[in-house]
């Protein structure tokens, strides 16, 4: 049910509103997820309740096929110890999603076993089993679109792997599967076809500036022992096989999904680590399972500790933690069975009376026309009833790069954009407060005015005739070095800016594998207080208000007229430097400084 908790529960109810709304994603709302985010989230809607259940039945049917298709019959107790570890220690269902395509890659290489297996008269049976294993591959992007990173290169090397061994209906047979489902699945879910390119060109941008934006440091030794564990795996695979065609296509496709699992864990490093560490050891009790070898038990016993340290690192009370989890899965399912089979209005009852509350508790006036919310808390907003008209990428944090930002920018200024905006000031990662939707500000400054506040929110209404651009003059365009300080011209005067800071090809090349070092801003105010930021490169490409700092609602308020209250917030010096190797990022970057009247 939607929670008061700004940030996630925001965008889990965001998602299943826009489906609602049948907002086209990829050009109406831009995230990392899609229409059927829902099986994902778990999230209850009642306009998007039964994509959830139908597509979530849908998988079920697809994931045990696979799974009792792939683990011979000696090892009858393994399918129960992998539901065990699901219902246990899964805490993000991407380990879940990322081992389908691992374990349909798995059939397809047990499918050619033999010279003559699939010449027998089996050859149809096999050929559609392949063809309906393939089609949750159509489904899984629509949930989140990410998943394709992992799905493409296997369904690609599936496609090679089937031609080499002449097998053309094979190989045939998963693109036809996969293009059919997926778009049998968008056209259910109210999307224009001609969207379908929109939304994947879309999860590009967002995938390109991730990493740079959204990563954080943890434990390395996490970092390291997934990738000894990793590589123990590999060694494991070339010793059982060799170096044939065949083996190095298991290699392939095991490489792929701990790649794919290392970066969705330890990229952001936090709780997402659990993910890395609940894949290796998937990973590890399938590689033995079809691959069974004296030193089989030795590598699980290493994945074993290894796991146990990443599950440990975020769940102190590690025992009664996977007790409660698991009576918590199953309860919750024959919990759900039972309402909605006797009490089938129970949840929509409970959806409308969460929402209720959380209008009390946050109130928000409902006000005539559209709204949007800044810089997330979508949440509160449909809990008020006010008519929701998100901009593209609708949590400010996630516009973090200069494309990205330009979008919401274009929105604002369209004839589409909302009649009221919900703002206030809040960022994730300590980042520097006006970068987040910062090139949207001067729309906001010219194109609305303020009316009052609702608790920590600036109700800003659009203006019947708004004003005209700002118009801006260059100050300077300089190149500066990281690490020094560069002064600031004493002007009573807002100061924005645009930065160019480019990685180096090391950093680029990290940021690829896996994460580079990331930036600081720090800013020298009148008093001589210093504050520091993490400083977001590819939003910064964007013109931000660089001075006066502006940390709250209130200080945005004063932006309309009352610059004097905020001349001890200007900044008089910045200095941008690296939090880690300064080898990831070039030596020098070019500064435009700007002033509007």
Same mark, same amino acid.
């Given at each position: 049910?939607?929670?008061? =908790?700004? !940030?996630?529960?925001?965008?889990?109810? /965001?998602?299943?509103?826009?489906?609602?709304?049948?907002?086209?994603?990829?050009?109406?709302?831009?995230?990392?997820? +899609?229409?059927?985010?829902?099986?994902?989230?778990?999230?209850?809607?009642?306009? $998007?309740?039964?994509?959830?259940?139908? +597509?979530? =039945?849908?998988?079920?049917?697809?994931?045990?096929?696979?799974?009792?298709?792939?683990?011979?019959?000696?090892?009858?107790?393994?399918?129960?110890?992998?539901?065990?570890?699901?219902?246990?220690?899964?805490?993000?269902?991407?380990?879940?999603?990322?081992?389908?395509?691992?374990? *349909?890659?798995?059939?397809?290489?047990?499918? *050619?076993?033999?010279?003559?297996?699939?010449?027998?008269?089996?050859?149809?049976?096999?050929?559609?089993?392949?063809?309906?294993?393939?089609?949750?591959?159509?489904?899984?992007?629509?949930?989140? &679109?990410? !998943?394709?990173?992992?799905?493409?290169?296997? %369904?690609?090397?599936?496609?090679?792997?089937?031609?080499?061994?002449?097998?053309?209906?094979?190989?045939?047979?998963?693109?036809?599967?996969?293009?059919?489902?997926?778009?049998?699945?968008?056209?259910?879910?109210?999307?224009?076809? @001609?969207?379908?390119?929109?939304?994947?060109?879309?999860? @590009?941008?967002?995938?390109?500036?991730?990493?740079? %934006?959204?990563?954080?440091?943890?434990?390395?030794?996490?970092?390291?022992?997934?990738? &000894?564990?990793?590589?123990?795996?590999?060694?494991?695979?070339?010793?059982?096989? &060799?170096?044939?065609?065949?083996?190095?296509?298991?290699?392939?496709?095991?490489?792929?999904?701990?790649?794919?699992?290392?970066?969705?864990?330890?990229?952001?490093?936090?709780?997402?680590?659990?993910?890395?560490?609940?894949?290796?050891?998937?990973?590890?009790?399938?590689?033995?399972?079809?691959?069974?070898?004296?030193?089989?038990?030795?590598?699980?016993?290493?994945?074993?500790? *290894?796991?146990?340290?990443?599950?440990?690192?975020?769940?102190?009370?590690?025992?009664?933690?996977?007790?409660?989890?698991?009576?918590?899965?199953?309860?919750?399912?024959?919990? /759900?069975?039972?309402?909605?089979?006797?009490?089938?209005?129970?949840?929509?009852?409970?959806?409308?009376? $969460?929402?209720?509350?959380?209008?009390?508790?946050?109130?928000?006036?409902?006000?005539?026309?559209?709204?949007?919310?800044?810089?997330?808390?979508?949440?509160?907003?449909?809990?008020?009833?006010?008519?929701?008209?998100?901009?593209?990428?609708?949590?400010?944090?996630?516009?973090?790069?200069?494309?990205?930002?330009?979008?919401?920018?274009?929105?604002?200024?369209?004839?589409?954009?909302?009649?009221?905006?919900?703002?206030?000031?809040?960022?994730?990662? &300590?980042?520097?407060?006006?970068?987040?939707?910062? %090139?949207?500000?001067?729309?906001?400054?010219?194109?609305?005015?303020? $009316?009052?506040?609702?608790?920590?929110?600036?109700?800003?209404?659009?203006?019947?005739?708004?004003?005209?651009?700002?118009?801006?003059?260059?100050?300077?365009?300089?190149?500066?070095? !990281?690490?020094?300080?560069?002064?600031?011209?004493?002007?009573?005067?807002?100061?924005?800016?645009?930065?160019?800071?480019?990685?180096?090809?090391?950093?680029?090349?990290?940021?690829?594998?896996?994460?580079?070092?990331?930036?600081?801003?720090?800013?020298?105010?009148?008093?001589?207080?210093?504050?520091?930021?993490?400083?977001?490169?590819?939003?910064?490409? %964007?013109?931000?208000?660089?001075?006066?700092?502006?940390?709250?609602?209130?200080?945005?308020?004063?932006?309309?007229?009352?610059?004097?209250?905020?001349?001890?917030?200007?900044?008089?010096?910045?200095?941008?430097?690296?939090? /880690?190797?300064?080898?990831?990022?070039?030596?020098?970057?070019?500064?435009?400084?700007?002033?509007?009247?």
């Amino acid at each position: 049910m939607p929670s008061s =908790i700004p !940030l996630d529960p925001s965008w889990v109810i /965001g998602l299943n509103q826009a489906t609602s709304q049948k907002l086209q994603f990829g050009k109406e709302l831009i995230f990392t997820f +899609g229409p059927y985010a829902a099986i994902y989230t778990k999230a209850f809607h009642p306009a $998007t309740n039964h994509f959830e259940i139908l +597509g979530s =039945i849908y998988l079920s049917i697809l994931y045990i096929s696979v799974l009792l298709l792939v683990i011979k019959s000696e090892i009858r107790l393994l399918p129960l110890g992998i539901c065990l570890l699901f219902a246990g220690f899964i805490t993000h269902l991407d380990t879940l999603f990322y081992s389908y395509a691992l374990l *349909v890659g798995i059939y397809c290489w047990q499918s *050619v076993e033999t010279e003559d297996l699939l010449r027998q008269r089996g050859d149809w049976i096999s050929l559609l089993v392949i063809g309906f294993l393939f089609s949750g591959f159509g489904l899984y992007p629509l949930i989140k &679109g990410p !998943l394709f990173v992992l799905d493409l290169p296997i %369904a690609i090397s599936s496609i090679l792997f089937f031609l080499w061994q002449r097998r053309w209906l094979y190989a045939a047979i998963i693109p036809f599967s996969i293009t059919t489902t997926i778009t049998f699945f968008w056209l259910y879910a109210g999307q224009n076809l @001609s969207n379908l390119s929109h939304y994947f060109s879309s999860l @590009s941008l967002l995938i390109d500036g991730f990493a740079p %934006a959204m990563s954080t440091l943890g434990d390395t030794w996490e970092i390291f022992g997934y990738i &000894g564990i990793s590589g123990l795996i590999a060694i494991y695979i070339l010793k059982s096989g &060799g170096l044939g065609l065949r083996n190095l296509y298991l290699l392939l496709i095991f490489g792929l999904f701990l790649f794919v699992a290392f970066k969705a864990g330890f990229v952001r490093h936090d709780g997402h680590a659990l993910i890395s560490g609940e894949s290796l050891l998937l990973a590890a009790l399938l590689i033995v399972a079809i691959l069974p070898m004296r030193a089989g038990y030795f590598l699980i016993l290493l994945t074993l500790m *290894v796991f146990l340290k990443i599950e440990t690192d975020y769940k102190p009370q590690l025992t009664n933690s996977v007790i409660e989890k698991i009576q918590r899965t199953y309860h919750s399912t024959w919990q /759900g069975a039972k309402f909605r089979i006797w009490q089938p209005q129970k949840f929509e009852e409970e959806f409308k009376q $969460t929402l209720y509350s959380l209008s009390q508790s946050t109130p928000l006036p409902k006000l005539k026309g559209t709204s949007d919310i800044y810089p997330f808390d979508q949440s509160n907003l449909l809990a008020s009833d006010n008519v929701w008209n998100p901009r593209p990428i609708f949590q400010s944090y996630h516009a973090y790069t200069e494309k990205l930002a330009s979008i919401n920018k274009a929105f604002l200024e369209g004839s589409d954009a909302p009649d009221n905006i919900f703002f206030r000031i809040e960022t994730i990662d &300590g980042r520097f407060p006006s970068e987040d939707d910062g %090139a949207s500000w001067p729309i906001l400054l010219t194109k609305y005015q303020p $009316t009052g506040f609702a608790g920590k929110y600036l109700i800003l209404k659009k203006k019947t005739v708004p004003l005209p651009p700002l118009s801006t003059t260059l100050i300077s365009r300089t190149s500066q070095r !990281l690490n020094d300080w560069v002064e600031l011209p004493n002007l009573d005067q807002q100061i924005w800016a645009s930065m160019n800071i480019e990685q180096s090809w090391i950093g680029k090349i990290k940021d690829l594998l896996f994460k580079s070092s990331p930036l600081v801003i720090s800013g020298r105010l009148e008093d001589g207080l210093i504050k520091q930021f993490r400083l977001v490169a590819g939003s910064a490409k %964007a013109p931000f208000l660089l001075t006066p700092l502006i940390e709250n609602s209130q200080e945005f308020n004063l932006l309309y007229g009352d610059m004097k209250s905020l001349n001890g917030k200007r900044i008089k010096a910045i200095s941008i430097w690296v939090d /880690g190797s300064q080898r990831d990022w070039q030596k020098t970057y070019e500064l435009s400084l700007i002033t509007n009247k």
